[in-house]
């Protein structure tokens, strides 16, 4: 309950705040997002393994993202321009999917 | 075995990446806390931070998609459209516009051919319409054809035509009394510039190799007139030193389209209501 009023809260505080997003920001922030649902569908999946632990979710969540973005920024500044980003994506996109896919076996035995 | 290690290596890091999709973090917590169970506070705390970072990045992201793709997609739309929209427009202008210059001209040859000073008038508009290319010609003329050896065309860094020789070209077949002039097909009129910038620019259109230069006048008078100028001389010894093709051919009749129709940016009425024939021009360039 705590987590979803927090959530909620995040939400609009995002929202209403409606912060000016820095230009030098805005390249990672698909990639942030990205990263972030991997956080939370690994702490979903974790939860019904029961063994979810909350710390281990901040930490995760807060480090994927910011060596998602720090990737991105090493591509950008090594010149391969998005292939780095492509590469989180792919990485992430197989894990969200393999965590999805544990979580419907979960959720539906099937 | 290096062979061996390397197949280990690829395999597991595939089988991490397709098998192992549970953060570790969280089966080694929990292998730590051996059964005992989670500090109840520290674990709201902790979930309330993420939940809140979680939340606040979502709506940021949100907000910033929001505000930044739909917009650019729907300018970029409405932009398409419009180019659209505006280019349809200027083909009926340009349709209509070449209808009204047809029925001006008869309108104006009638009015003009009754009396000796009116066919004077008409005299002078003529030859100044051919000056200014704004007519098309067709007569007898040379056809010059220049460009890099065929091996080396394509390739831009080794191409040896540069603008300023194309200009001196022209140049020369001006000096060389041509009444009018076209390269790759372009109408030059008294403003056309012949320039580089990416590939060869005639009057800001693209022109390719082999450059066609033709020219209208009486073809035995240009080619001896041609043969002893700048141009000739400058084309020929790019022939010796690079393999330039450089041909010149008289030719019974060419076909000059019309330049397309500069903007006037002056025009002055006349104080007679009709000119002498000797006066200035009552358009001007600049």
Known sequence: MIGVIALAVGVVLGLWLDPTVPDWVQPYLPIAVVAALDAVLGGLRA???????AKVFVVSFVSNVLIAALIVLLGDELGVGGQL???VVVVFGIRIFGNASAIRRHLFKA | MPERRRYDLSSSLLRQLLGDHLDSGYAAAHRERAGRPVPWLAQRVWFAVGALLLGSLMGVAAVN???RQPGAEETKRGLVAGVRAERADTEALARRAAELAKR???ARTAALTGDGQGRAVL???????RATAAVPVTGPGLRVTVGDPPERRGTRSRENILDRDLQVLVNSLWASGAEAVAVGGHRLQPRTAVRQAGGMLVDNRPVTQPYVLEAIGSPEELETRFVGTDGHGRFATFTQLYGTTFTIERVGELRLAAAPAEEPRLAVVPAAPIAPPTA???TTGR
Request: glycine share 4%; proline share 8%.
């Open chain 2, 104 to 106: 001006l001209d008869e």
């Open chain 1, 47 to 53: 939860r019904l393994d029961g063994i979810f632990d």
């Open chain 2, 65 to 67: 998609a929001a505000a």
């Open chain 2, 123 to 129: 005299d002078e508009l003529a030859r100044l319409e």
């Open chain 1, 85 to 87: 980003s492509t590469a």
């Open chain 2, 280 to 282: 200035p021009p009552t």
